[in-house]
């Protein structure tokens, strides 16, 4: 079976922080590119940021304009885990987050493709003071 789980959102204020997680139970994890998106109400799914899989890159990433120097991607891969810690969060950053893996999209063009081959169900991340 393969799954991606999120978890991790909730509520945050202005300026706060998040930390969240994607469980993967899916073959070969280490070789997977693996990334995180997000859709708002009425908005289009966006990228957010991606990791490399192991290799020349391995550790290697990406991130969205808007999230630069905010949020930091990272992934263990002896858990098959994959982590977004999301600081100093703004008005426009309140949106279901998705964790995304493929064997085939290196992360370094996940920014302009959102055909992953897997996804997770999403995690609420809503922002209000």
């Known amino acids: 079976q393969v799954q991606l789980v999120e978890s991790g959102g909730g509520l945050v204020q202005p300026g706060g922080s998040l930390s969240l997680s994607c469980a993967a139970s899916i073959p070969a994890f280490s070789n997977l590119a693996m990334g995180w998106f997000r859709q708002a109400p009425g908005k289009e799914r966006e990228f957010v940021a991606s990791i490399s899989w192991t290799g020349a890159n391995e550790g290697r990433t990406y991130y969205a304009d808007s999230v630069k120097d905010r949020f930091t991607i990272s992934r263990d891969n002896a858990n098959s885990a994959l982590y977004l810690q999301m600081n100093n969060l703004k008005p426009e950053d309140p949106a279901v987050y998705y964790c995304?893996?493929?064997?085939?999209?290196?992360?370094?063009?996940?920014?302009?493709?959102?055909?992953?081959?897997?996804w997770g169900k999403g995690t609420l991340v809503t922002v209000s003071s």
């Open positions: 995304a893996a493929d064997s085939s999209i290196p992360a370094t063009s996940w920014a302009r493709t959102g055909k992953l081959h897997y």
